[in-house]
């Protein structure tokens, strides 16, 4: 079996495409299942994500949180993430959605 690549592509509803590190991507369980070669998705194949209900503004803050909770795994007194308030239902929504 082949490796799997370092980087996956995840795509917005509106076209907005962001390539990230599988590593973070993967905090994701729902990614993760999506990107197991084992469960026969078609984006374990393209190494690409589709998000039809998540627009590219939202997605782009939930690609940021992948990277700050890669970078500060089991470390103390972590400032908090700095997001918008006027996308906190829509970020609550994509966290429920992917499971982080």
Do not use: W
Not at 43 to 60: P, Q, R
Not at 65 to 94: H, Q, S, W
């Amino acid at each position: 079996m082949a490796a799997s690549p370092d980087y996956v592509t995840l795509v917005s509803s509106d076209d907005f495409t962001f390539v990230v590190q599988r590593s973070s991507a993967c905090i994701s369980p729902a990614v993760k299942r999506m990107l197991d070669p084992l469960n026969g998705f078609l984006e374990a194949k393209t190494n690409t994500v589709h998000f039809d209900n998540i627009s590219g503004m939202v997605l782009e803050k939930v690609c940021e949180y992948f990277y700050y909770n890669e970078k500060n795994e089991g470390a103390r007194d972590v400032t908090d993430i700095d997001f918008p308030t006027e996308l906190c239902l829509e970020l609550l929504m994509a966290a429920d959605y992917l499971d982080i």
